[in-house]
């Protein structure tokens, strides 16, 4: 008979993987050209609905377990890195949190999948929802049943590309890659937060697993928990739009409707919450840091509110009373009420999906112009301008975060050209002799276009590196290396890649 231990880690692993599996599908579908256009419709979406309801179903079947029989707690499958007294592994914690939240995001996500199998019908990019949708389903339940702090990271990551590609599925139109774009670097911020958790953790805890990081942070002085926890809020903050963080989650509802209701209403903006609720025996170790919480949840609640009362759209209105919703979620957090906060989230996230499900046939129900803003707050002109403007708060991250971002990406770009391309003698593609383009067969399949693109390098390599300098001597090579490598010392001598220089030896040397 097969230990009972041994059924629920495979139902785990089928919850987890079947998402993934129907993605994989979709996508060599994708690639081999059998499923694309209307006529692939049929197919994906009986893969994504059977993947995401027998998920559903199996954590159910788990929490079920958990309720009745015994709580699993950590579930621990394999070691991914050991150094030392370092050791990584890929575990998963299985308690009435984890399996409660993530059977109703999972519900959630299967809900939105079936409503836009309709929604999204005849849309030229309807396989790649879909993929999408099954990439974040996965990502979403690694980072709610993660036993560490590491499988938690990875499926933050994965969360975070999946909401950029469907923000920018629209990919033709400027303003969807711009958004796409902005939302993508303000999460960037988070990341390098939950990097800080994670190295800390590891270097001074010894441990990234949840429970053993916990039992640890007792033994140690409130600093080093203190800097896990940090980082650990700083994510939090970013990816459930917290003060100052808000701007990118308005920009973010550029995407089809259904991914609005999935990633911004119901499902991915309360990860930070839950992240949070996981944190819980660190924010008691540490209660000053839950000012923080409070001050940010504090901050945001205002600041939705009084932008919520100027928003003429039904999106933005929405999305703004979900920044109220999750501001009140942390200040329940920030006080201690844990068991609150995580009903609240339940109960909210239901709420929320339904109210952007509904809001296409909801405008179309509704007659007449969106209401005027409160007389109160048109009676205060500065007031009513700076929640039109939601806070100059747009204005400011394009100033500090995306111009120097895009200036750093242009000079790196400058740089390839300018320099590397011409040490290594290989210019761009697009400025090579077409010819290399066209001597190349054209291949078939999977292994045909692997075969063409091949051919097509060593062709590239043969024309451009090998016979076109041939013929220049080797002091004139000499001379040419020369020329840019001080092109290079030149480029590193400003003062911005000496301070990240300095900056990437001191990550080294830590």
């Not at 559903?56 to 579930?75: E, H, I, K, N, Q």
């Not at 629209?170 to 190295?199: H, K, P, Q, V, W």
């Not at 509110?305 to 928003?311: E, F, I």
């Amino acid at each position: 008979m097969i230990p009972v231990n041994s059924w629920l880690d495979l139902m785990i692993a089928l919850a987890l993987g079947l998402p993934l599996l129907a993605a994989g599908w979709t996508g060599l579908g994708m690639l081999l050209d059998w499923n694309r256009g209307e006529t692939g419709e049929a197919e994906t979406a009986l893969a994504a609905t059977l993947s995401a309801s027998l998920s559903v179903l199996l954590l159910g079947m788990a929490g079920l377990y958990s309720l009745f029989v015994d709580t699993p707690g950590t579930r621990t499958w394999f070691v991914w890195l050991a150094s030392g007294d370092k050791v990584l592994t890929f575990s998963l914690l299985l308690d009435g949190l984890s399996l409660s939240l993530g059977f109703v995001l999972n519900l959630i996500i299967l809900l939105v999948i079936r409503f836009s199998v309709n929604y999204l019908h005849r849309e030229p990019a309807f396989q790649r929802f879909f993929l999408l949708m099954g990439l974040f389903q996965t990502a979403m339940l690694l980072i709610i049943l993660s036993g560490n702090l590491l499988v938690a990271f990875i499926g933050w990551e994965l969360a975070g590309l999946c909401s950029f590609l469907l923000i920018a599925y629209d990919r033709e139109r400027d303003t969807a890659t711009a958004n796409a774009t902005y939302a993508f670097l303000s999460n960037r911020i988070g990341d390098a937060g939950f990097l800080i958790a994670l190295y800390t953790a590891l270097a001074f805890l010894g441990t990234a697993q949840w429970e053993p990081l916990f039992l640890r942070a007792q033994n140690e002085p409130s600093l080093v928990p203190g800097i896990v926890l940090l980082g650990l809020i700083g994510a939090a903050w970013v990816k459930s739009a917290q003060f100052p963080f808000c701007g990118w989650i308005t920009r973010a509802i550029e995407g089809p409707t259904p991914s609005s209701a999935v990633f911004y209403s119901a499902v991915m903006v309360h990860a930070g919450v839950y992240l949070m609720l996981r944190a819980a025996p660190l924010l008691e170790q540490v209660p000053l840091i839950n000012g923080l919480l409070l001050l940010a949840g504090g901050l945001t609640l205002v600041y939705a509110w009084l932008c919520a009362q100027v928003q003429t759209d039904i999106k933005s209105s929405l999305i703004h009373a979900t920044l109220m919703q999750v501001a009140l979620m942390m200040l329940w957090i920030g006080l201690g009420w844990y068991r609150l906060a995580a009903i609240h989230l339940a109960l909210h996230a239901c709420w929320r999906a339904y109210q952007f499900l509904h809001a296409p046939a909801f405008m179309q129900l509704v007659q007449g112009a969106a209401p005027a803003a409160a007389p109160w707050l048109q009676h205060h002109p500065g007031l009513y301008r700076a929640a039109l403007l939601r806070f100059w708060l747009d204005p400011l991250a394009e100033w500090f975060l995306i111009q120097p971002t895009r200036k750093l990406a242009r000079e790196a770009e400058l740089f390839e050209e300018q320099v590397v391309e011409r040490v290594v003698g290989i210019p761009a593609l697009e400025h090579g002799d077409p010819r290399q383009l066209s001597d190349a067969g054209i291949g078939s399949g999977l292994g045909g276009r692997l075969m063409q693109s091949l051919a097509s390098l060593f062709a590239l390599f043969e024309d451009k590196l090998v016979l076109n300098n041939g013929g220049t001597g080797l002091s004139g090579l000499i001379d040419t290396v020369g020329r840019r490598f001080e092109q290079i010392e030149t480029f590193l001598s400003q003062p911005r890649y000496l301070v990240l220089m300095v900056a990437i030896t001191l990550v080294i040397i830590l």
